[in-house]
């Protein structure tokens, strides 16, 4: 029990765990919704992974391959992709890049095409918030993104594109849940 080797292993698990249990607390609250932050979730405790064993793919790869195989097992991927990217306070960070990979914009495209095919306007409506003109570019809107709910927010300060209004809010309103995590 006092070898150093346990103890330091310890510490790795407690540290890679760390995220996901906060992820898990925020999936579990009925209070909030919480889709819109599942997607960064996982992807920050993959990072942190990445970066507990500076980045030696040799010694993160195995952690990484456990998260990415619950994420896919568990995860909607164009759905929580689609959160994420419409989720205000990631959008407008400047600190964030997720919302410029591929893999979130088909989620979102993915979403667009199972939920409003036909809507016209639409994609103008997706570029207008990406690159935050009209409403979207109000220097309040952007202080709110970080305090008020995703779906509350699309709510105050979208009044410029009201089909993907309808959009964000249908998605960023819903709660999650880690039962599916519980028995595991």
Request: aromatic share 10%.
């Amino acid at each position: 029990m006092f070898n150093q080797r346990f103890w330091n292993n310890c510490l790795i698990v407690v540290k890679i765990m760390e995220p996901l249990m906060r992820l898990l607390r925020i999936c579990d609250t009925d209070e909030k919704p919480s889709l819109g932050y599942v997607y960064e979730g996982l992807s920050r405790a993959i990072r942190g992974t990445k970066e507990i064993f500076k980045n030696q793919e040799s010694k993160y790869k195995p952690f990484v391959d456990i998260i990415n195989k619950r994420r896919d097992k568990m995860l909607r991927k164009h759905l929580h992709a689609a959160a994420y990217w419409l989720n205000p306070a990631f959008q407008y960070d400047p600190n964030s890049s997720l919302h410029n990979e591929p893999e979130v914009y088909k989620g979102l495209l993915g979403i667009i095409q199972d939920l409003h095919p036909e809507t016209p306007g639409i994609m103008q409506e997706v570029t207008m918030f990406r690159e935050s003109k009209k409403s979207f570019g109000i220097p309040l809107a952007k202080k709110e993104a970080k305090t008020t709910t995703p779906d509350e927010w699309w709510r105050l300060f979208d009044v410029d594109a009201p089909h993907l209004q309808n959009l964000a809010i249908r998605i960023l309103s819903q709660t999650s849940s880690s039962f599916g995590c519980e028995r595991n």
